[in-house]
């Protein structure tokens, strides 16, 4: 029995980490390669992601891609029919069907790529991503430099108590920090 190569083709890719962590960069980076390489892409991120242009998504070095804007992760599967690589930023502020979604088009032969954070402000793990991970053929954890202690940070704090999960923010609201540094902050705030 001859077995069609197509099926091990696909396959998903997470990258993940804090806030200012450069996932964003990193997701830009592999969707530029895979165009090099010929392939098509198509790049979507959450419509509630209002920091950036409607239809791009920028990186704190502000290095940038076109995206689509998108109210659902259902929306992935017909608007991603013809393309090889798929890129998803902001995964977090997606519903749990990402991850169904995302196992369907790798299923098909596709190579998905996907950015979000793995934590949320409170250092829980954040909607679809712990997920994504765990299906995920390859994972990526990027981490930023915390700004109290300069060690590696893994956590996103946010400055102003708020307990909204999804709270959309740049350096205003949120900071970078260390496990020992976070932990600090948040028993400060207790």
Wanted: net charge positive; with cysteine; glycine share 6%.
């Amino acid at each position: 029995m001859k077995l069609n190569k197509n099926l091990f083709q696909g396959k998903i890719e997470v990258i993940c980490g804090s806030m200012f962590s450069g996932k964003t960069e990193e997701l830009i980076k592999r969707i530029i390669e895979a165009k090099l390489n010929g392939m098509k892409f198509i790049v979507f991120k959450p419509i509630k992601d209002s920091r950036n242009p409607y239809e791009k998504i920028v990186s704190h070095s502000k290095t940038e891609i076109n995206a689509k804007s998108i109210e659902s992760s259902h929306e992935i599967l017909s608007k991603s029919l013809n393309f090889d690589v798929i890129g998803i930023d902001e995964a977090q502020f997606f519903d749990m069907n990402l991850v169904d979604v995302c196992n369907s088009i790798a299923n098909q032969g596709k190579r998905i790529i996907v950015s979000g954070l793995d934590m949320d402000y409170s250092g829980k793990p954040f909607g679809p991503m712990p997920y994504l991970m765990a299906c995920a053929e390859e994972i990526t954890k990027l981490h930023a430099i915390c700004n109290e202690t300069g060690n590696m940070a893994n956590y996103s704090y946010r400055k102003k108590q708020n307990n909204q999960q999804f709270l959309i923010g740049e350096k205003n609201e949120y900071e970078a920090l260390s496990r020992i540094a976070f932990n600090d902050k948040m028993k400060k705030r207790k």
